[in-house]
Protein backbone atom coordinates (compact mmCIF):
# COMPACT_ATOMS: atom_id res chain seq x y z
CA UNK A 1 0.00 0.00 0.00
CA UNK A 2 0.96 3.55 -0.28
CA UNK A 3 -0.40 4.91 2.17
CA UNK A 4 -2.64 4.43 5.14
CA UNK A 5 -5.15 6.36 7.00
CA UNK A 6 -7.91 6.89 9.73
CA UNK A 7 -10.27 4.01 10.46
CA UNK A 8 -13.38 5.21 8.83
CA UNK A 9 -16.96 3.88 10.08
CA UNK A 10 -20.27 5.76 9.82
CA UNK A 11 -24.04 5.88 10.78
CA UNK A 12 -26.18 8.43 9.51
CA UNK A 13 -26.82 12.26 10.49
CA UNK A 14 -28.95 11.23 12.98
CA UNK A 15 -29.06 10.62 16.79
CA UNK A 16 -29.86 7.25 18.25
CA UNK A 17 -28.40 5.39 14.84
CA UNK A 18 -28.16 1.32 15.18
CA UNK A 19 -25.19 -0.13 13.60
CA UNK A 20 -26.19 -2.05 10.57
CA UNK A 21 -25.38 -5.53 12.31
CA UNK A 22 -27.94 -5.09 15.07
CA UNK A 23 -25.54 -3.94 17.54
CA UNK A 24 -26.57 0.03 18.77
CA UNK A 25 -24.16 2.31 17.17
CA UNK A 26 -20.89 3.03 19.56
CA UNK A 27 -20.50 6.32 20.40
CA UNK A 28 -16.88 6.98 18.30
CA UNK A 29 -18.75 5.77 15.23
CA UNK A 30 -17.94 7.19 12.60
CA UNK A 31 -20.80 10.00 10.78
CA UNK A 32 -22.35 10.01 7.32
CA UNK A 33 -23.43 13.52 6.52
CA UNK A 34 -24.89 15.84 4.31
CA UNK A 35 -23.40 19.27 5.35
CA UNK A 36 -26.56 21.39 5.58
CA UNK A 37 -27.75 18.74 8.35
CA UNK A 38 -24.30 18.05 9.89
CA UNK A 39 -24.00 22.11 10.77
CA UNK A 40 -27.78 21.84 12.37
CA UNK A 41 -27.26 18.21 14.35
CA UNK A 42 -26.91 18.05 17.96
CA UNK A 43 -24.15 17.44 20.07
CA UNK A 44 -21.15 15.01 18.53
CA UNK A 45 -18.05 13.48 20.39
CA UNK A 46 -15.92 16.00 18.25
CA UNK A 47 -16.90 19.26 16.15
CA UNK A 48 -18.37 18.18 12.96
CA UNK A 49 -19.03 21.54 11.42
CA UNK A 50 -15.27 22.62 12.43
CA UNK A 51 -13.82 19.70 10.28
CA UNK A 52 -16.40 20.22 7.12
CA UNK A 53 -15.21 23.94 7.11
CA UNK A 54 -11.51 22.52 7.59
CA UNK A 55 -11.81 20.06 4.60
CA UNK A 56 -14.38 22.73 2.03
CA UNK A 57 -16.87 20.26 1.93
CA UNK A 58 -19.57 21.06 -0.66
CA UNK A 59 -23.58 21.44 0.42
CA UNK A 60 -25.42 18.35 -0.64
CA UNK A 61 -22.63 16.08 -1.35
CA UNK A 62 -21.72 13.21 1.27
CA UNK A 63 -18.86 12.80 2.94
CA UNK A 64 -17.03 10.85 5.59
CA UNK A 65 -15.29 11.04 8.86
CA UNK A 66 -13.47 8.84 11.08
CA UNK A 67 -14.20 7.51 14.48
CA UNK A 68 -11.84 10.33 16.07
CA UNK A 69 -13.39 13.34 13.76
CA UNK A 70 -10.86 13.00 10.88
CA UNK A 71 -11.17 13.61 7.69
CA UNK A 72 -10.04 11.20 4.98
CA UNK A 73 -9.02 12.92 1.89
CA UNK A 74 -8.46 10.60 0.07
CA UNK A 75 -11.61 8.75 0.00
CA UNK A 76 -13.94 11.91 0.08
CA UNK A 77 -11.99 12.91 -2.98
CA UNK A 78 -13.29 9.44 -4.11
CA UNK A 79 -16.79 10.74 -3.45
CA UNK A 80 -16.40 13.87 -5.46
CA UNK A 81 -14.87 12.64 -8.33
CA UNK A 82 -17.65 9.95 -8.92
CA UNK A 83 -19.31 11.81 -11.23
CA UNK A 84 -16.23 11.57 -13.89
CA UNK A 85 -16.19 7.88 -13.07
CA UNK A 86 -19.89 6.94 -14.44
CA UNK A 87 -22.20 7.54 -11.06
CA UNK A 88 -23.25 10.77 -12.34
CA UNK A 89 -27.09 10.65 -10.31
CA UNK A 90 -27.91 12.30 -6.63
CA UNK A 91 -29.27 8.40 -5.60
CA UNK A 92 -26.38 6.43 -7.26
CA UNK A 93 -23.95 9.05 -5.91
CA UNK A 94 -25.44 8.36 -2.28
CA UNK A 95 -25.68 4.98 -2.76
CA UNK A 96 -21.97 4.28 -3.06
CA UNK A 97 -21.02 6.23 -0.40
CA UNK A 98 -23.09 4.43 1.71
CA UNK A 99 -21.94 1.09 0.55
CA UNK A 100 -18.04 2.12 1.39
CA UNK A 101 -18.98 3.83 4.70
CA UNK A 102 -20.61 0.62 5.59
CA UNK A 103 -17.60 -1.54 4.67
CA UNK A 104 -15.89 1.15 6.37
CA UNK A 105 -17.26 0.76 9.51
CA UNK A 106 -17.41 -3.17 9.08
CA UNK A 107 -13.32 -3.04 8.74
CA UNK A 108 -13.28 -0.88 12.13
CA UNK A 109 -15.48 -3.00 14.11
CA UNK A 110 -15.33 -6.43 13.46
CA UNK A 111 -11.50 -6.68 11.49
CA UNK A 112 -9.02 -5.15 14.00
CA UNK A 113 -9.46 -1.21 13.85
CA UNK A 114 -8.93 -1.47 9.66
CA UNK A 115 -8.78 0.83 7.43
CA UNK A 116 -10.05 0.38 3.86
CA UNK A 117 -6.87 0.84 2.22
CA UNK A 118 -5.55 -1.89 4.28
CA UNK A 119 -8.24 -4.43 2.91
CA UNK A 120 -8.00 -7.93 1.16
CA UNK A 121 -10.23 -10.43 0.08
CA UNK A 122 -10.17 -11.85 3.43
CA UNK A 123 -12.13 -8.88 4.46
CA UNK A 124 -14.48 -9.01 1.33
CA UNK A 125 -15.54 -12.88 2.13
CA UNK A 126 -15.64 -12.15 5.88
CA UNK A 127 -18.35 -9.16 5.02
CA UNK A 128 -20.61 -11.11 2.71
CA UNK A 129 -20.85 -13.97 5.49
CA UNK A 130 -22.49 -11.23 7.61
CA UNK A 131 -24.36 -9.42 4.80
CA UNK A 132 -25.92 -11.88 3.14
CA UNK A 133 -25.62 -15.23 5.38
CA UNK A 134 -26.92 -14.08 8.70
CA UNK A 135 -30.33 -15.02 9.29
CA UNK A 136 -31.65 -11.73 10.53
CA UNK A 137 -33.21 -9.02 9.51
CA UNK A 138 -30.38 -7.03 8.82
CA UNK A 139 -29.37 -9.61 5.89
CA UNK A 140 -29.88 -7.92 2.68
CA UNK A 141 -30.67 -8.42 -1.15
CA UNK A 142 -28.50 -10.12 -3.76
CA UNK A 143 -29.17 -6.97 -5.35
CA UNK A 144 -28.18 -4.66 -2.56
CA UNK A 145 -24.67 -6.86 -2.90
CA UNK A 146 -23.99 -6.76 -5.94
CA UNK A 147 -24.39 -2.57 -5.98
CA UNK A 148 -21.75 -2.75 -3.02
CA UNK A 149 -19.44 -4.18 -4.82
CA UNK A 150 -20.17 -2.11 -7.47
CA UNK A 151 -19.18 0.49 -5.27
CA UNK A 152 -15.83 -0.96 -4.16
CA UNK A 153 -14.86 -2.08 -7.56
CA UNK A 154 -14.99 1.38 -8.51
CA UNK A 155 -13.24 2.71 -5.50
CA UNK A 156 -10.51 0.03 -6.55
CA UNK A 157 -10.21 1.22 -10.07
CA UNK A 158 -10.31 4.69 -8.93
CA UNK A 159 -7.17 3.92 -6.53
CA UNK A 160 -5.81 2.09 -9.29
CA UNK A 161 -5.38 4.94 -11.30
CA UNK A 162 -4.77 7.58 -8.47
CA UNK A 163 -1.70 5.06 -7.68
CA UNK A 164 -3.07 5.37 -3.77
CA UNK A 165 -2.84 1.42 -3.68
CA UNK A 166 -0.03 -0.58 -5.66
CA UNK A 167 -2.10 -3.49 -6.11
CA UNK A 168 -5.95 -4.96 -6.21
CA UNK A 169 -7.43 -5.39 -2.55
CA UNK A 170 -9.85 -8.48 -4.21
CA UNK A 171 -9.19 -11.10 -6.34
CA UNK A 172 -11.19 -10.98 -9.51
CA UNK A 173 -11.83 -14.15 -12.01
CA UNK A 174 -13.18 -14.41 -15.66
CA UNK A 175 -16.25 -15.57 -17.01
CA UNK A 176 -18.38 -16.00 -19.62
CA UNK A 177 -21.78 -13.58 -19.69
CA UNK A 178 -24.26 -13.79 -22.54
CA UNK A 179 -24.83 -10.47 -24.33
CA UNK A 180 -26.49 -9.43 -27.62
CA UNK A 181 -23.56 -9.95 -29.54
CA UNK A 182 -23.44 -13.51 -28.04
CA UNK A 183 -21.09 -14.74 -25.56
CA UNK A 184 -18.41 -12.56 -23.73
CA UNK A 185 -15.93 -13.25 -21.06
CA UNK A 186 -15.78 -10.39 -18.38
CA UNK A 187 -13.29 -9.86 -15.20
CA UNK A 188 -16.11 -9.77 -12.24
CA UNK A 189 -15.08 -9.92 -8.39
CA UNK A 190 -14.72 -13.20 -6.98
CA UNK A 191 -17.42 -12.67 -4.71
CA UNK A 192 -19.93 -10.64 -6.62
CA UNK A 193 -22.55 -13.42 -7.43
CA UNK A 194 -24.62 -14.99 -4.68
CA UNK A 195 -26.87 -17.72 -4.74
CA UNK A 196 -29.95 -16.99 -6.90
CA UNK A 197 -32.59 -18.42 -4.90
CA UNK A 198 -31.71 -15.44 -2.42
CA UNK A 199 -33.25 -12.95 -5.06
CA UNK A 200 -36.18 -14.20 -7.10
CA UNK A 201 -37.72 -12.19 -9.71
CA UNK A 202 -40.67 -10.08 -8.57
CA UNK A 203 -43.42 -9.45 -11.27
CA UNK A 204 -46.22 -7.05 -9.87
CA UNK A 205 -49.66 -7.19 -11.94
CA UNK A 206 -50.90 -4.05 -12.96
CA UNK A 207 -54.32 -4.62 -10.95
CA UNK A 208 -51.61 -5.53 -7.68
CA UNK A 209 -50.02 -2.07 -8.22
CA UNK A 210 -54.07 -0.32 -7.94
CA UNK A 211 -54.23 -2.24 -4.45
CA UNK A 212 -50.45 -1.30 -3.57
CA UNK A 213 -51.59 2.43 -3.91
CA UNK A 214 -54.75 2.71 -2.68
CA UNK A 215 -53.93 1.08 0.35
CA UNK A 216 -50.25 2.06 1.04
CA UNK A 217 -50.65 5.39 -0.28
CA UNK A 218 -53.83 6.69 -0.08
CA UNK A 219 -55.03 4.76 2.73
CA UNK A 220 -57.63 2.84 1.89
CA UNK A 221 -59.03 -0.19 3.48
CA UNK A 222 -58.46 -3.46 1.42
CA UNK A 223 -61.98 -3.46 -0.17
CA UNK A 224 -61.66 0.41 -0.62
CA UNK A 225 -63.55 1.72 2.43
CA UNK A 226 -61.91 5.14 3.89
CA UNK A 227 -59.26 3.75 6.64
CA UNK A 228 -60.21 6.23 9.60
CA UNK A 229 -57.21 5.19 11.58
CA UNK A 230 -55.30 6.64 8.71
CA UNK A 231 -53.15 9.80 9.58
CA UNK A 232 -51.12 10.01 6.75
CA UNK A 233 -50.89 13.35 4.63
CA UNK A 234 -50.59 13.87 0.97
CA UNK A 235 -51.88 10.51 0.03
CA UNK A 236 -53.32 12.04 -3.21
CA UNK A 237 -50.37 13.41 -4.10
CA UNK A 238 -48.22 10.28 -3.32
CA UNK A 239 -50.17 8.19 -5.37
CA UNK A 240 -50.06 10.76 -8.02
CA UNK A 241 -46.63 10.63 -8.60
CA UNK A 242 -46.73 6.84 -8.60
CA UNK A 243 -48.70 7.45 -11.68
CA UNK A 244 -46.56 9.12 -13.28
CA UNK A 245 -44.10 6.83 -13.22
CA UNK A 246 -46.51 4.31 -13.90
CA UNK A 247 -47.81 5.94 -16.82
CA UNK A 248 -44.61 7.66 -18.49
CA UNK A 249 -41.88 5.29 -18.12
CA UNK A 250 -40.07 7.85 -15.97
CA UNK A 251 -37.58 7.03 -13.21
CA UNK A 252 -38.09 7.95 -9.66
CA UNK A 253 -35.53 10.46 -9.79
CA UNK A 254 -36.54 11.91 -13.85
CA UNK A 255 -39.79 12.10 -12.27
CA UNK A 256 -38.59 14.04 -8.69
CA UNK A 257 -36.87 16.86 -10.89
CA UNK A 258 -39.76 17.65 -12.93
CA UNK A 259 -40.85 21.62 -12.81
CA UNK A 260 -44.09 23.02 -12.82
CA UNK A 261 -43.24 24.61 -16.29
CA UNK A 262 -42.70 21.34 -17.98
CA UNK A 263 -46.05 20.42 -17.62
CA UNK A 264 -47.96 19.99 -21.27
CA UNK A 265 -51.09 21.93 -21.17
CA UNK A 266 -54.46 19.23 -20.97
CA UNK A 267 -55.40 20.53 -24.39
CA UNK A 268 -53.86 19.72 -27.18
CA UNK A 269 -50.59 18.64 -28.37
CA UNK A 270 -49.35 15.11 -27.13
CA UNK A 271 -48.28 15.13 -23.23
CA UNK A 272 -45.34 15.27 -24.37
CA UNK A 273 -42.31 15.93 -21.62
CA UNK A 274 -38.78 16.27 -22.56
CA UNK A 275 -36.41 14.79 -20.07
CA UNK A 276 -33.33 16.58 -20.31
CA UNK A 277 -29.57 14.83 -19.79
CA UNK A 278 -28.79 16.28 -16.78
CA UNK A 279 -32.09 14.61 -15.27
CA UNK A 280 -32.13 11.33 -16.96
CA UNK A 281 -30.38 8.22 -16.23
CA UNK A 282 -26.51 8.15 -17.76
CA UNK A 283 -27.18 11.29 -18.66
CA UNK A 284 -29.35 10.19 -22.18
CA UNK A 285 -31.92 12.64 -22.77
CA UNK A 286 -35.51 11.31 -24.24
CA UNK A 287 -39.51 12.19 -23.91
CA UNK A 288 -41.84 10.57 -22.53
CA UNK A 289 -45.37 11.41 -22.71
CA UNK A 290 -48.66 11.73 -20.00
CA UNK A 291 -51.93 10.50 -21.30
CA UNK A 292 -54.96 12.91 -20.85
CA UNK A 293 -56.25 11.39 -17.66
CA UNK A 294 -52.39 12.10 -15.80
CA UNK A 295 -51.94 15.44 -17.35
CA UNK A 296 -55.95 16.49 -15.64
CA UNK A 297 -54.26 15.21 -12.70
CA UNK A 298 -50.97 16.88 -12.64
CA UNK A 299 -52.85 20.01 -13.43
CA UNK A 300 -55.98 19.55 -10.82
CA UNK A 301 -53.29 18.83 -8.36
CA UNK A 302 -50.63 22.07 -9.08
CA UNK A 303 -54.26 24.16 -8.96
CA UNK A 304 -55.54 22.78 -5.74
CA UNK A 305 -53.26 21.40 -3.52
CA UNK A 306 -49.87 22.59 -4.36
CA UNK A 307 -51.16 25.95 -4.56
CA UNK A 308 -52.43 25.44 -1.35
CA UNK A 309 -49.11 24.10 -0.04
CA UNK A 310 -47.46 27.51 -1.40
CA UNK A 311 -50.10 29.35 0.46
CA UNK A 312 -49.67 28.80 4.03
CA UNK A 313 -45.37 28.26 3.29
CA UNK A 314 -45.94 32.20 2.52
CA UNK A 315 -48.08 32.60 5.42
CA UNK A 316 -45.82 31.51 7.74
CA UNK A 317 -43.23 33.63 6.05
CA UNK A 318 -41.25 30.23 4.80
CA UNK A 319 -39.40 31.86 1.72
CA UNK A 320 -38.27 35.00 3.47
CA UNK A 321 -34.53 35.33 3.77
CA UNK A 322 -33.80 31.98 1.38
CA UNK A 323 -29.72 32.40 0.73
CA UNK A 324 -28.71 30.61 -2.28
CA UNK A 325 -31.76 30.50 -4.71
CA UNK A 326 -31.79 30.79 -8.25
CA UNK A 327 -34.31 33.52 -9.03
CA UNK A 328 -36.48 33.17 -12.03
CA UNK A 329 -37.74 36.22 -14.06
CA UNK A 330 -39.58 34.23 -16.36
CA UNK A 331 -40.09 30.48 -17.78
CA UNK A 332 -41.40 28.98 -20.66
CA UNK A 333 -42.01 25.20 -21.69
CA UNK A 334 -38.33 24.90 -22.24
CA UNK A 335 -36.28 27.63 -20.82
CA UNK A 336 -36.43 30.25 -18.20
CA UNK A 337 -34.53 33.44 -17.83
CA UNK A 338 -32.68 34.42 -14.32
CA UNK A 339 -33.59 37.53 -12.84
CA UNK A 340 -29.59 39.81 -14.13
CA UNK A 341 -29.49 37.82 -17.10
CA UNK A 342 -31.34 38.35 -20.17
CA UNK A 343 -30.07 34.76 -21.66
CA UNK A 344 -32.57 32.35 -21.50
CA UNK A 345 -31.30 29.02 -19.82
CA UNK A 346 -32.77 25.71 -21.44
CA UNK A 347 -33.92 23.61 -18.91
CA UNK A 348 -31.72 20.75 -20.75
CA UNK A 349 -28.70 22.46 -18.77
CA UNK A 350 -30.24 22.63 -15.65
CA UNK A 351 -29.33 19.91 -13.10
CA UNK A 352 -31.12 18.22 -10.16
CA UNK A 353 -29.37 20.12 -7.63
CA UNK A 354 -29.72 23.26 -9.10
CA UNK A 355 -33.55 22.71 -10.15
CA UNK A 356 -34.37 22.71 -6.53
CA UNK A 357 -33.17 25.93 -5.95
CA UNK A 358 -35.30 27.45 -8.54
CA UNK A 359 -37.59 30.04 -7.63
CA UNK A 360 -40.35 32.33 -8.77
CA UNK A 361 -39.40 36.14 -7.46
CA UNK A 362 -41.65 39.11 -7.79
CA UNK A 363 -40.30 42.63 -9.09
CA UNK A 364 -39.00 43.48 -6.09
CA UNK A 365 -36.92 40.05 -6.46
CA UNK A 366 -38.56 38.50 -3.33
CA UNK A 367 -38.97 34.61 -3.83
CA UNK A 368 -42.74 33.65 -4.15
CA UNK A 369 -42.75 29.70 -4.95
CA UNK A 370 -39.87 27.32 -6.03
CA UNK A 371 -40.45 26.00 -9.64
CA UNK A 372 -40.51 22.09 -8.26
CA UNK A 373 -43.13 20.40 -8.90
CA UNK A 374 -43.55 18.81 -5.99
CA UNK A 375 -43.68 20.29 -2.43
CA UNK A 376 -43.62 18.45 0.90
CA UNK A 377 -45.85 20.43 4.08
CA UNK A 378 -43.03 23.24 4.29
CA UNK A 379 -43.58 24.34 0.79
CA UNK A 380 -39.92 23.07 -0.44
CA UNK A 381 -39.33 20.64 -3.45
CA UNK A 382 -39.15 17.12 -2.13
CA UNK A 383 -35.53 14.75 -2.97
CA UNK A 384 -35.81 11.26 -4.39
CA UNK A 385 -35.03 9.76 -0.95
CA UNK A 386 -38.60 11.34 0.18
CA UNK A 387 -40.62 9.27 -2.45
CA UNK A 388 -38.14 6.09 -1.71
CA UNK A 389 -39.46 6.68 2.10
CA UNK A 390 -43.11 7.26 0.93
CA UNK A 391 -43.04 3.85 -0.79
CA UNK A 392 -41.46 1.58 1.76
CA UNK A 393 -43.93 2.84 4.00
CA UNK A 394 -46.72 1.81 1.71
CA UNK A 395 -45.08 -1.56 1.34
CA UNK A 396 -45.44 -1.83 5.43
CA UNK A 397 -48.78 -0.57 5.40
CA UNK A 398 -49.72 -2.98 3.26
CA UNK A 399 -47.99 -5.54 5.21
CA UNK A 400 -49.86 -4.82 8.00
CA UNK A 401 -53.36 -5.46 6.06
CA UNK A 402 -51.47 -8.96 4.89
CA UNK A 403 -51.46 -8.09 1.68
CA UNK A 404 -48.64 -9.86 -0.39
CA UNK A 405 -47.54 -7.16 -2.14
CA UNK A 406 -44.60 -5.16 -2.12
CA UNK A 407 -43.42 -2.79 -4.82
CA UNK A 408 -40.36 -0.67 -5.92
CA UNK A 409 -39.65 2.15 -8.33
CA UNK A 410 -38.14 0.06 -10.36
CA UNK A 411 -40.96 -1.95 -10.90
CA UNK A 412 -43.04 1.05 -12.14
CA UNK A 413 -41.76 0.56 -15.32
CA UNK A 414 -42.18 -2.92 -16.05
CA UNK A 415 -45.73 -3.95 -14.97
CA UNK A 416 -47.25 -6.33 -16.65
Same mark, same amino acid.
Given at each position: ?K ?5 T???T ?21 R???AR?A???P???S ?5 A ?16 DV?L ?15 N???G ?8 CR??H??RGG ?8 ? @?? *??Y??? +?M /?M??? #???? =? ?13 V ?6 E?L ?29 D????P?H ?6 Y ?11 L? @?? *????K? +?? /?H?E? #???? =?????Y ?12 T ?12 IY ?21 RA??H ?12 A ?19 R ?8 S ?19 D??G??R????L???E ?16 AN???AS ?16
Amino acid at each position: MKRTSSSTSTATARQGVVAPFGEPAPEAVVLLHRTAQARAAGPWPFDASAVLERAGACDGKCFILGPDGSYDVQLNRFGRELDSWGVRSDNGHEGYMRDIMLYCRFLHESRGGKSIWETDSA @DL *RAYKVV +RM /RMDDE #NSIS =AATWRRSIAALDKWVEWSLYEELLDHEPFRYIDKTVMTPQGPKRVRVNAEYDVDDDQEPLHIVQFVDYLLWRNVGLRGELP @DG *RPDPKW +RG /RHGER #NALF =ADSLVYTGMRLGEGASLLTTELPPVAGGRGEIYLAAQVAKRKKARRVFGNRRTLRAWHHYLSIERSAVVERARAREQYVGLEEIVPVGRAGRHALTVVGSSRAWAYSKIGVGVRRNLFRVDAAGLPREPLALWLGEDGFPLKPSTWQSAFRRANERCASFGIDIEVSPHQFRCLV
